[in-house]
């Protein structure tokens, strides 16, 4: 099977999947930012708060990469385990075409 032609349709629905996780990523920078002007202007904490909420944003930055990559990884292994899958059933349907059933000797 060419690769191409099986991996065509999912390549062609990478350019809304990028847009989506630039989207999100966009989200969470302007809350982000919104979050740590908030903590600093809008409530006046010492620098010490600031810092707690940047360290905090880092690593829910970190998490949400994490778990990003982690869904990117299952999804090429599923694609890669289905499109084994659907060989093995149509090699199995082309020798199963081909085959003469008889009855074992007794």
Do not use: H
Request: proline content about 4%.
């Amino acid at each position: 099977m060419d690769v191409e032609c099986w991996y065509g349709p999912v390549q062609r629905l990478g350019g809304a999947r990028r847009c989506g996780i630039r989207l999100a990523w966009a989200v969470f920078g302007l809350a982000y930012v919104g979050a740590v002007v908030f903590v600093s202007s809008g409530l006046r904490a010492p620098a010490s708060a600031v810092l707690l909420v940047l360290a905090a944003g880092a690593r829910l930055s970190a998490y949400i990469g994490a778990t990003v990559g982690e869904i990117g990884f299952l999804r090429g292994f599923w694609m890669d385990g289905s499109r084994r899958l659907a060989w093995l059933e149509d090699y199995a349907a082309s020798v199963a075409a081909l085959a003469i059933w008889r009855c074992p000797p007794r």
